[in-house]
Antibody, heavy 120, light 110 residues
Framework: QISLKESGPTLVKATQTLTLTCTFSGFSLSTTGVGVGWIRQPPGKALEWLALIYWDGDKRYSPSLNSRLTITKDTSKNQVVLTMTNMDPVDTATYLC????????????WGQGTLVTVSS | QSALTQPASVSGSPGQSITISCTGTSSDVGAYNYVSWYQQHPGKAPKLMLYDVTKRPSGVSNRFSGSKSGNTASLTISGLQAEDEADYYCCSYARSNTWVFGTGTKVTVL
């Protein structure tokens, strides 16, 4: 069955770069159509889509965060990595990764998320 | 790219039906039939409830249904049950191959 798990630091300082890893199983990111996305959720607030990478290496970013985000994949390790530069306390959130079955498809499997706190 | 607009809260008694709206623009909800809905219980990951506006993933109750008209999508929960009490988020594929989530709706079962 499909599963995803996020990992990374729980605390970062303002202006630092955050690096998060999504390790997954049960599917291959080399399968046509498949994508893995990142979504975040500040405490008590709504979900916000951040980025997605497709099986063919195509990358999509949130327009409002595009300049700060980089998403990459390591198909052999079944991992997707998200980096976010110049972190700010407002970036404090639970960061989740999710599987997408095809282009424009919904996010059908989610990790449990990892809470990242940004200190000033 | 602004978040899709949802009512902050909706409530209903057990057995009743409720509808949650999700209003976007002609660049997202109105442009594609790729609206999905997610249920999120406190401290849990979101769960996909509907995709492509009206389709239910395997295992999701047929009490959940979806529709869309113009720039507004809707989720209807019929036969409301205590376990349906949760936060619900809509999400739409948008131009430039991006996604946008809704502001979220807290469903309370009275």
């Amino acid at each position: 069955q499909i599963s995803l798990k996020e990992s990374g630091p729980t605390l970062v300082k303002a202006t630092q770069t955050l690096t998060l890893t999504c390790t997954f199983s049960g599917f291959s990111l080399s399968t046509t159509g498949v994508g893995v996305g990142w979504i975040r959720q500040p405490p008590g607030k709504a979900l916000e889509w951040l980025a997605l990478i497709y099986w063919d290496g195509d990358k999509r970013y949130s327009p409002s965060l595009n300049s700060r985000l980089t998403i990459t994949k390591d198909t052999s390790k079944n991992q997707v990595v998200l980096t976010m530069t110049n972190m700010d306390p407002v970036d404090t959130a639970t960061y989740l990764c999710a599987h997408s079955l095809s282009v424009a498809a919904a996010f059908d499997y989610w990790g449990q998320g990892t809470l990242v706190t940004v200190s000033s | 790219q602004s978040a899709l607009t949802q009512p902050a809260s909706v409530s209903g008694s057990p057995g009743q039906s409720i509808t949650i709206s999700c209003t976007g623009t002609s660049s997202d909800v109105g442009a594609y039939n790729y609206v999905s809905w997610y249920q999120q219980h406190p401290g849990k990951a979101p769960k996909l409830m509907l995709y492509d506006v009206t389709k239910r993933p395997s295992g999701v109750s047929n009490r959940f249904s979806g529709s869309k008209s113009g720039n507004t999508a809707s989720l209807t929960i019929s036969g409301l049950q205590a376990e349906d009490e949760a936060d619900y988020y809509c999400c739409s594929y948008a131009r430039s191959n991006t996604w946008v989530f809704g502001t979220g709706t807290k469903v309370t079962v009275l």
